[in-house]
């Protein structure tokens, strides 16, 4: 999916707009051990196999965190802010994870564009994300992204 180039002024027209859907990306264990080794969260229903086949979700499940995380990664297919200054992550707001990543399962994120603001730095940038799961009718994850555009 090619992602769009926007401008400061050109993102300013989009705010309350939906900026765009990923292609789908398929979790694998071998992401989601990678994501234990990497936080020392190493929690059986996500690295145990054969326990978490008799565990709640049939298999094992991606973390919660691990989820959030692909936004960075997932946002580069759908849109770049161009500006002369760094982006610099500010935080997030309203983090949720309604439903689990099964292994396996096929994800991607929707984004739309919730505020630009002008801040003593530059511009604020939210943008919230729904990360949708094939077949699926609730969510892994919503949330949203606040970056701070230096410059």
Known sequence: MA????SLHTIAEYV????????WVVIEQKRIDQFAEC?????????DVERAESGPFGGTIAHGYMT??????????IFRVETDGPRLNYG???????SPVKVGSRVRAHATLAELASV??????VVR?????EGED???????TVVLLLG
């Open 68 to 77: 959030v995380s692909l936004i960075p990664a997932l946002s580069q297919s």
């Open 39 to 47: 936080t020392d969260d190493h929690q059986w229903i996500h690295v």
């Open 138 to 144: 609730k969510p892994a994850c919503v949330a949203e």
């Open 120 to 125: 003593p730095a530059g511009k604020q940038l």
């Open 3 to 6: 992602r769009e180039g926007y």
């Open 129 to 133: 994300y729904t990360i949708e799961i």
């Open 92 to 98: 997030l707001n309203k983090v949720r994870f309604p």
């Open 16 to 23: 309350g707009c939906s900026l765009g859907v990923t292609d």
